[in-house]
């Protein structure tokens, strides 16, 4: 430590000791708080230097708070688990009261409606088909269309079952999500890994969105965590605000890394998603060189595409540390296995979403990157706002407690999910063990709502249902009606995986072979399924053949229709190293989603994106 910093650790408590003498009189309560401050940052005085008072006062501020609305509303959430069907029912009253009065509201008599049968029974279910062109209406600028205020945002769906649609965004639904499922999370959170109540800062993983305009001027894009959404939050993160106005994500990504590794003291790792977080160790395995020069020599790669005034404003917050570099580069030099925890000694958690089409990602980087560093998954969230949260980190299957009170939850039995108009169960009246689609009456206009998820129960928290993510509908492989879900697929490829030596899975996709037509190349109908490994360049055909012998174990149905030759052996093409980093860009780009929302589709339905993978086999 600097004599600088000495200084500093001796001024700043006798500084707030200082304030709470003087305020004892007055406020009581304040001296309190200033003392605790002051013990805290004495406690953490090693994690914490080369930060400025303001950020650690303001830091302190922000969890103390955040904490003790955590604490109340999982006291809350508890309370309500025990009485669900009364809580789901005046969840869903206040919803239809709040609507009433608009043309929807009108349409269906809500003003009318006493209680949850009622609403069954007059009520259909709905797709998105329902709802697009009173969407249209509203974001043509139509006041009370389908909600009693405007909307802030016209929220854009990360297209991952279809194309992405246009939803409603609320400040109710944003306080709603933050109040219900943040708070409580990071409640869990540090009653779980105490350690990760401290004023050390996080490497937060998001990017700043480009956003268009409807016709009545309302913001089309995300609703998901962004840094414009998080103001008051940036400076608990190890990124400067400059980096937020960096649109190009490569660049921004490349700032995040380098603001990162310059501090030695990193206590967590955050994204919306456990894809972000992978690629970021992918993007720093290609260009740690580059980033210890940066660090080394206090400057900004003049290879970044900055704007004068955003290169001017982190240059002045650069200084040359040797020291750091020589630390980082001789980490690099080992290798990449466990190098998080090599580059952050103090890391204690990587706080992310690892379940459903990120599952993948979360492996690896336990594997690999992040060798013995704990993970959290937080949420069960969508566009459509909170699901569930997770009140169990330390259970390696993620499960997540369902809000009762975000929205209004119906559930189809998986056996009659090919029914139009199903009857449905309450959260009260499900079986441990079984699997159901979720339907959702939301706050934000979408009522009896089929989001296309299906879940199994695996428990319940009181009168509560736990439970975990399946699958998407729309990302089910059926080509005579199997019915392959995206999680069996997922084990049974990496079944497969180790059984081709030296392999490791990287990314994949699969595609029906009638989207590809005459390239195909097989009469029967079967699987293309497209593989990233690193590790090895080629498989044989009996290596290869693996994969389908593994699904056949896992799905009996499959086994059926291959034994009888209606379906064709699977196609296992590897495709080239960063293939599909492209594809998320090429996707991203059609469908004009962030990549804070992005999700990676393990079943293509669009020709294009089949073809690209098609032009990408290397073997």
Not at 499 to 526: K, R, T
Request: glycine residues 6%; contains cysteine; charged residues 25%.
């Amino acid at each position: 430590m600097t004599q600088k910093h000495q200084l500093l650790w001796i001024i700043l408590p006798c500084f707030i000791a200082l304030l709470a003498v003087t305020t004892i009189a007055c406020a009581p309560v304040c001296s309190i708080a200033l003392l605790v401050l002051c013990s805290m940052a004495l406690l953490w005085r090693l994690k914490i230097e080369n930060r400025s008072i303001w950020s650690i006062v303001s830091q302190y501020a922000a969890v103390r708070v955040v904490c003790w609305l955590g604490k109340r509303q999982r006291d809350r959430l508890e309370s309500d688990t025990r009485d669900i069907h009364r809580v789901q029912e005046e969840t869903l009253l206040m919803r239809l009261r709040k609507h009433a009065d608009t043309v929807y509201g009108k349409q269906f008599d809500f003003s009318s409606i006493k209680d949850t049968e009622m609403f069954r029974q007059r009520h259909p279910l709905t797709d998105y088909d329902h709802y697009g062109e009173f969407v249209k209406r509203v974001a043509r600028g139509e006041q009370k269309v389908l909600i009693s205020d405007k909307p802030v945002i016209l929220a854009m769906t990360s297209g991952t079952s279809g194309s992405s649609r246009m939803l409603l965004s609320t400040r109710e639904t944003n306080t709603e999500f933050f109040l219900q499922g943040v708070t409580v999370c990071l409640d869990v959170m540090r009653r779980t890994f105490p350690v990760t109540d401290s004023l050390q800062k996080t490497l937060k993983l998001f990017y700043s969105p480009t956003f268009r305009q409807s016709e009545a001027g309302i913001p089309i894009g995300p609703n998901s965590s962004t840094p414009a959404s998080s103001k008051h939050m940036l400076h608990m993160y190890s990124t400067p605000a400059p980096v937020y106005q960096v649109l190009n994500e490569r660049d921004a990504l490349y700032l995040h890394l380098l603001f990162g590794l310059k501090d030695r003291n990193l206590g967590m790792l955050e994204s919306n998603f456990c894809s972000t977080v992978f690629y970021a160790f992918r993007a720093l395995q290609e260009r740690w060189k580059d980033l210890v020069v940066d660090v080394e020599l206090g400057r900004i790669s003049s290879s970044l595409n900055l704007t004068t005034k955003i290169r001017s404003a982190l240059e002045k917050l650069m200084k040359p540390d040797p020291e750091r570099a020589a630390e980082l580069k001789a980490q690099f030099k080992e290798g990449f296995e466990g190098i998080a925890l090599r580059l952050w000694p103090r890391l204690h958690l990587v706080l992310t979403v690892d379940s459903g089409s990120n599952q993948i990602y979360g492996e690896m980087l336990r594997q690999h990157y992040c060798k013995e560093v704990p993970f959290y998954s937080p949420f069960y969230a969508a566009t459509e706002g909170l699901i569930g949260v997770n009140l169990w980190p330390l259970q390696e299957s993620r499960q997540y407690l369902l809000c009762p009170r975000s929205m209004f939850c119906e559930f189809i039995p998986e056996e009659d999910l090919d029914s139009e108009q199903p009857n449905t169960l309450l959260m009260e009246q499900l079986q441990e063990g079984h699997r159901y689609e979720l339907l959702v009456t939301t706050a934000s206009g979408f009522f009896r709502y089929r989001i296309g998820d299906v879940v199994k129960v695996v428990g319940f928290h009181n009168q509560c249902p736990k439970v975990e993510f399946q699958y998407r509908r729309g990302q089910m492989l059926s080509v005579r009606g199997e019915k392959v879900s995206e999680s069996m697929f997922l084990r049974a490829l990496q079944r497969a995986v180790t059984q081709w030596p030296g392999a490791q899975l990287i990314d994949y996709s699969c595609v029906e072979s009638g989207i590809l037509g005459d390239a195909s190349g097989v009469a029967q109908p079967h699987y293309h399924v497209f593989v990233e490994l690193k590790g090895v360049r080629n498989l044989s055909e009996e290596q290869r053949y693996k994969l389908d012998h593994c699904l056949q174990d896992d799905s009996p149905i499959y086994r059926s229709f291959r034994v009888k030759g209606s379906i064709g052996p699977m196609r296992v093409q590897l495709v080239s190293d960063g293939t599909f980093k492209e594809l998320k860009d090429h996707m991203m780009a059609f469908s004009k989603t962030s990549s804070n929302t992005f999700k990676m589709q393990r079943v293509i339905r669009k020709k294009e994106f089949a073809d690209f993978l098609l032009r990408k086999t290397v073997s």
